[in-house]
């Protein structure tokens, strides 16, 4: 994450965060999501995070996630029940 925001190409960069919401570290990613958008290090070292990078977040529920961490960001809710088995084999055959 250092490496991608110190980057100063004006391209989008997208940083992908794929895994369970921790308790954590999930409240010290709220100042990076909130109009701040700076990660502070539990060393003291900060983070800004530039206009042109994203964060995506795949989880697979937020039973852990406060309302604060919930309100920062936006939400898609995708059943895996609806999609069934085609998208995992269209992967895995790509």
């Keep these: ?3 991608l925001c ?3 190409t004006t391209e ?3 940083l992908l965060l794929d895994g369970p919401v921790d308790t954590l570290w999930v409240e010290n990613m709220n100042s990076l999501l909130d109009d701040n958008k700076l990660l502070t290090l539990i060393n003291g070292d900060r983070i800004a995070l530039p206009n042109n990078v994203r964060l995506l977040f795949e989880v697979e529920n937020l039973s852990v996630a406060s309302p604060a961490t919930v ?3 936006g939400m898609i809710y995708m059943d895996v029940n609806q999609h069934g088995y085609l998208p995992y084999f269209n992967s895995w055959v790509a």
């Design 12 to 14: 989008n960069r997208w």
């Design 6 to 8: 110190a980057d100063e």
């Design 1 to 3: 994450m250092r490496q």
């Design 71 to 73: 309100s920062r960001t």
